[in-house]
């Protein structure tokens, strides 16, 4: 029995030391990736399937060493892979621990990422069986998990186990750009560095603070995004014109993990603003805020959802719920201004997902309440309070 523990322990600490030199690439040929198949228009399907076969083959401690070496070495945010990628990289080396059929069920499914979604699991698993295979679509299902003996389990959607859990979910993540280029203002060629430009004038966002985080612990961080929603041509409907957010660039990248971040951020520009109020005159701007899901700065939500919060703070707030730029010679400024359109036209059923609605911003002297170092609120249904914001115009 000891010669056996030993075998299987040096096997194991081979292939981890073998791994680092074989690393799952960032952007491989689309014909080399098992990039997925599922028809756009197909309601996703949870892929309880492949979470019990990728935990199954964790019973292997070859497996369980590669994957850990190939999460370890991810750049991406959270050590996060791209899994249809990961399942075909190197050869496909992990297909070989998964059952028969398995590169079809991938191909047939959404696009996915696997990861350690809380920080404490990454850090206190090991590579052994101690570890679960958990999957979800949304933030509100509750977790589907395996363990590396096939069993089945049901995880608590807001509390994570003891058990370190490896997410296999829709993918959230940007898997195209290198990640030191999503925080570049200028990614130019090699050469001399050429210090960036300054940051164009306009609407900026410093300081955020938001109640939750509006994300299942199974989808890992959240993903907030703030949008300038207008007038969409001549019609009575919105159209998002700008979206800030962790997977924008340049000026318009901020990445908030935590409740509360500070910083600046470019929300829309002097020039934006310009040109939305000639072709829209009369009409002003929306701050709104989202939690995404799975694609970044789209919104996608039941539009009678949007509705019902929009229609709630308008009408508590006599729809003075948008802004604009009320800067003079001597100030600039970015104050409440009325709003008129407030459709938001969206196809429900296509959505793989629903977008958390974290709220549209109205400035404290209407709501009539302040928070000190913030001063817009982020309003919800039945006007509660989802968090604050601080705007200013530079």
């Known amino acids: 029995m000891l010669h056996r523990i030993l075998i299987i322990g040096a096997l194991a600490a081979a292939v981890l030391s073998a791994a680092c030199g074989?690393?799952?690439?960032?952007?491989?040929?689309q014909d080399a990736a098992l990039t997925g198949?599922?028809?756009?228009?197909?309601?996703?399907?949870?892929?309880?399937?492949?979470?019990?076969?990728?935990?199954?083959?964790?019973?292997?401690?070859?497996?369980?060493?590669?994957?850990?070496?190939?999460?370890?070495?991810?750049?991406?945010?959270e050590h996060k892979l791209q899994f249809q990628t990961f399942l075909g990289a190197n050869g496909a080396r992990a297909l070989r621990y998964l059952e028969a059929g398995a590169e079809q069920e991938a191909k047939a499914a959404i696009p996915l990422e696997i990861y350690f979604p809380v920080p404490a699991h990454r850090a206190a698993w090991t590579g052994d069986e101690n570890v679960l295979v958990a999957t979800a679509i949304t933030d509100r299902d509750a977790p589907i998990a395996f363990d590396p003996g096939?069993?089945?389990?049901?995880?608590?959607?807001?509390?994570?186990?003891?058990t370190p859990?490896?997410?296999?979910?829709?993918?959230?993540?940007?898997?195209?750009?290198?990640p030191a280029k999503q925080m570049c203002v200028d990614c130019g060629g090699s050469g001399d560095a050429v210090p960036p430009p300054p940051p164009p004038p306009g609407l900026y966002m410093t300081k955020a603070h938001f109640v939750q985080d509006f994300e299942g612990w199974l989808k890992g961080a959240p993903e907030f995004e703030v949008h300038i929603l207008g007038q969409k041509g001549a019609t009575d409907s919105l159209l998002s014109y700008q979206c800030a957010g962790e997977?924008?660039?340049?000026?318009?990248?901020?990445?908030?993990?935590?409740?509360?971040?500070?910083?600046?951020?470019l929300l829309f520009s002097k020039q934006q603003l310009d040109q939305y109020n000639a072709a829209h005159p009369g009409q002003n701007v929306r701050v709104f805020v989202v939690e995404d899901d799975d694609t970044p700065c789209t919104i996608k939500t039941d539009p009678d959802r949007f509705q019902r919060l929009i229609s709630a703070v308008d009408s508590a707030y006599g729809r003075l719920t948008s802004g604009n730029d009320s800067s003079t010679e001597t100030q600039s400024a970015y104050r409440y201004a009325k709003?008129?359109?407030?459709?938001?036209?969206?196809?429900?059923?296509?959505?793989?997902?629903?977008?958390?609605?974290v709220g549209n911003a109205v400035e404290d002297t209407i709501v009539g309440a302040f928070y000190p170092g913030y001063n817009w609120f982020i309003k919800a249904d039945n006007n509660i309070t989802n968090g604050w914001i601080n705007l200013v115009m530079y």
């Open 339 to 357: 709003a008129v359109y407030n459709v938001w036209q969206a196809l429900a059923h296509w959505i793989k997902s629903n977008d958390e609605l």
């Open 165 to 178: 859990v490896i997410a296999l979910v829709p993918v959230e993540t940007d898997f195209s750009t290198a």
């Open 22 to 29: 074989d690393r799952t690439p960032l952007n491989p040929p």
């Open 247 to 265: 997977r924008q660039y340049g000026p318009y990248f901020f990445n908030q993990d935590e409740l509360d971040w500070s910083g600046s951020v």
């Open 150 to 162: 096939g069993g089945r389990h049901v995880l608590d959607p807001v509390t994570p186990p003891e």
């Open 37 to 77: 198949g599922a028809s756009p228009g197909a309601p996703p399907q949870k892929p309880e399937k492949l979470s019990r076969q990728f935990a199954q083959a964790l019973k292997n401690p070859a497996f369980r060493a590669y994957v850990k070496a190939q999460l370890d070495a991810s750049p991406f945010r």
